[in-house]
């Protein structure tokens, strides 16, 4: 690092302007983009990340930390000055102080998420572009960055066989954002201009938004953040017979009931891959409710989307053709690190004219004048965006698809290899349907309730999850509470995950369970 | 990096499922997480990014491409199966078709733009989050992620002097977002929902927010998102006489017509530092007028807020103190890689009212029972986080709040120079006051328009901004079309950019405006 610089100013004066210095005491201009340091601390950082990824397994998943731990070993204000070598110090926290309290969504015992899988190749994709540091907000901003964009996400769609509708190659085309809950948004938003429009823009208190009791909260909060109603957002009822899915038919009867007390169907969000169980809905189906009162139809496959890669999945979009826009997260299950949501729009000038800027920009581009090109700014809600291109491409060029389809196979086979190990022990069941890499499981109760309500299974299992999360060296677990009952849920997708890690991790399970019932056992016994 | 993995599939079989192997062909799980690829590819990455940063003289700032070019390089999909190498041909390709097709945003020649400001700490400090990879939505979901942001803010607050007000330390908090359109559209629906709440639900279509001319366009984008109307988005008209910063006065009787119309006043956005020209509205005259109708202030210091860690600086937020929210991009001029917007509310709770999750989450997390934890996804739009603060965190403690005054005062002192360097040429004019490290200047014409209109001055300029950015070597160039001038704008803040940088490119726009001079008088001279 350079060596801390001098505070040559002590203050300026009262008039707000910068205090004069003698010669020599000439302002000491801070060295802080250097290749010489670059290359030092740069590859101090790399040995640290490296350390961390060999060393991950030795940490519990989520640390055993209570709220304003970190705060307290801080101080209250940035230093003026930094002490010498502040880089290889701050460093030094990083291992000591902050790693330890991190929940490690890197572990191979992280089963509580979707993953936010690394890889060696996306990790620095992202590192890459933090260091070329361009803003591919128009084409003529960074040309070369937003072309890339456009080539990846076509390459991306391709990979997971969506419809070429949706490609700029069939007309449509892709872009790259933060997340689902923004792509989500700038797809409501396209939605409700579009409509408004056409009915009046008046009228906004009337559109009506659709998504089953599955659908992820970004639903509805996107839908609030535009300006539709909370209570025009139809969460619809789905159940345990239809494997959690949205029923055509109820979304028909939804909507028709809303057209006939006066209310606009905008909106439908469709899933492939619920947060809770995996669930997916009929795409096609779907679109032919919708088509009928001209709704705009999203699919979110956040987490299942990267299984598409896989031909053996592609049936679960089919019908897909009549979606006007889908979005998938590369950054879950897709290697490409955090953040990088793919979205694909069959009409991009429906985004434009809902998200496009009106004023005069201050940069002119002759090169582009005269050409179709994008301006990516104009299809999300930030101007400022990272070049998250470029790990993407890495990520696809140097895994090939073929790679990704055996990164996503084997955790497919590890999530098969543990439902049959949860089958093989009579006290737990498998409790929805396995899909894709996500296993629900619960434990019985050996007393079911005699009014036949899940309470006391309920009880039992939560006990268990928490029992499981204390375990130090324990899997990191959630929950489901979906149709009344309470299961545990595993997902698993950390790149490092193997058949091993599942098969200790459900030994805790089991161990903890066996403890729980023994309890329970004796309780009982001492009360008879 | 690992072997090529080996392609163990032929596809899969009709009905959905995997194909069975036979033993010796058992899935061959891409290696794609590995301590020891990571070093040697990491190393990579870093010397390419160091070249970068030791050559980056030598690119052009604005690449000479046509729309298409770098498409027509790339195949039209993703490889199945990767070639050998794969990460150094990539990389080899990243320097030889990639870099040259970037607009450079790290070249001490780029003054187009307000800088994204690269530094070896904030740039590294990305890396490392990226390599972490951790998703710090909840305070459970990575615990030090979401103290190390809570620490960080009111370190950045308290060296921005913004009001106690604003910071965690006296009641109010803030986060990083991306950028500042998501800031202000995280503060409009806070703001909106605040009052629907006390007038009625229903009234969204009588809403108002205001702004001036100048306000950069993600205002209305903002509210437009929102479900704002968009012919209730006052833009008021500012002027060159006033410095172009927004009138209380005309921001007062704009209000007043719209109560007197049956509106209601919702948001004010003021400035500091607009796009254009760097004007800077008057926050504490403002306030009081928007106090009059219960209005949101939010000011946006997106550029200049990064000044305000100079003290000579403080006096262009004076009564901030009254302000509900506040944004500013570190990733502008504060040496922190894109994307880190920082943004803080007066009160959290309304920024959660509007933007909180009410479903049940898949977490439950003991350790902050009955504490009062901040969870991050419920303060943006988005629930996929990158670990923002890292990179602020290691910027303010390495280079220290003396060494960020000297960082901005010596690009404010080079901008003074620049502006010296204008006035001695009297062929040119500073045509509104330099602020912060923005100049804008422009062409005097010979032959001044007798009408008084600028028509031939400006389009002079227009020519001469052609001009310079069409020299390769030259400085990258915008302009502002402001009050029926037009300008040329030069935006000091490129972390390499020295004061040779501004004396070279300043011989270009000289040398091309002889140019220029004498074409047209030889033309006039052929006329006469």
């Known amino acids: 690092m350079a060596p801390p610089h001098h505070t040559v100013y002590d203050g300026a004066n009262q008039n707000g302007t910068v ?22 601390q740069g590859k101090q950082v790399i040995e640290l990340i490296a350390d961390y990824y060999g060393g991950i397994s030795d ?73 070329i540091n361009v803003n591919p907000f128009t084409w003529a901003a960074s040309p070369a960055g937003t072309e890339l964009e456009m080539v990846v996400v076509d390459w991306l769609g391709k990979a997971l066989h969506l419809p070429n509708s949706l490609l700029f190659a069939g007309g449509g085309g892709g872009t790259l954002l933060a997340t689902t809950g923004e792509a989500i948004l700038c797809a409501v938003v396209a939605a409700r201009d579009q409509k408004l429009e056409q009915i009046s823009v008046g ?40 494997m959690f899915a949205l029923s055509p038919m109820d979304l028909h009867a939804a909507m028709k009931a809303d057209v006939e ?42 987490y299942a989307g990267s299984a598409l890669v896989c031909p053996e999945f592609r049936h679960v979009i089919d019908g897909a053709e009549a979606v006007d826009s889908f979005s998938m997260n590369a950054h879950k299950w897709l290697l490409v690190s955090n953040d990088c949501c793919a979205m694909w729009v069959k009409k991009p000038r429906t985004l434009i004219a809902a998200l496009a800027v009106e004023q005069e920009v201050i940069m002119t581009d002759r090169a582009s004048e005269g050409h179709d090109v994008v301006d990516y700014m104009d299809w999300n809600i930030n101007l400022t965006r990272r070049f998250r291109a470029l790990k993407l491409w890495l990520v696809l060029r140097c895994y090939g698809t073929d790679g990704l389809r055996d990164h996503i196979r084997s955790h497919v086979r590890i999530a098969e290899a543990f439902e049959k190990m949860v089958e ?30 899940e309470e006391t299974a309920n009880a039992l299992n939560r006990q268990l999850l928490e029992e499981v999360n204390a375990v130090t060296s324990g899997p990191y677990t959630s929950f489901a509470n979906v149709g009344g009952i309470y299961m545990l849920r595993w997902a698993i997708g950390s790149t490092l995950t193997e058949e091993r890690h599942v098969a200790d991790a459900w030994k805790v399970v089991q161990e903890r369970a066996s403890a729980i019932l023994c309890k329970m056992e004796s309780i009982n016994a001492s009360r008879a």
Request: hydrophobic share 40%; with cysteine; proline share 7%.
């Open 424 to 453: 093989a022990d009579a006290r737990f069941e498998v409790v929805t349907e396995r899909m894709f890499s996500l296993v629900c499981f619960r434990l019985r109760s050996p007393e079911p309730d005699q009014s036949g309500s």
């Open 203 to 242: 009228r906004i208190g009337d559109l009506v938004v659709y998504c089953s009791d599955q659908t992820h909260f970004a639903l509805v909060k996107s839908a609030r953040i535009a300006g539709i109603r909370r209570d025009h957002c139809r969460e619809i009822r789905t159940c345990r017979a239809n």
């Open 261 to 302: 007390a006066g209310l606009v169907p905008l909106f439908l969000c469709a899933t492939v891959g619920t947060t809770k169980t995996a669930a997916v809905d009929p795409i096609g189906e779907l679109c032919a409710v919708a088509a009928a009162h001209d709704v705009w139809v999203h699919v979110d496959a956040a």
């Open 59 to 131: 940490y519990p998943v989520h640390p055993n930390v209570t709220p304003g731990f970190l705060r307290k070993l801080l101080p209250t204000e940035a230093p003026a000055c930094p002490e010498p070598d502040a880089f290889t110090s701050a460093l030094q926290d990083v291992r000591d102080i902050i790693l330890p309290g991190l929940t490690h969504w890197q572990s191979p015992r992280h089963m509580a998420h979707f993953p936010a899988s690394s890889s060696t190749v996306g990790a620095l994709g992202e590192a890459l572009a933090a260091g």
């Open 19 to 40: 205090v004069e210095l003698a010669a020599q005491e000439k302002l000491q201009r801070p060295d802080v983009l250097n290749a010489d340091d670059f290359r030092r």
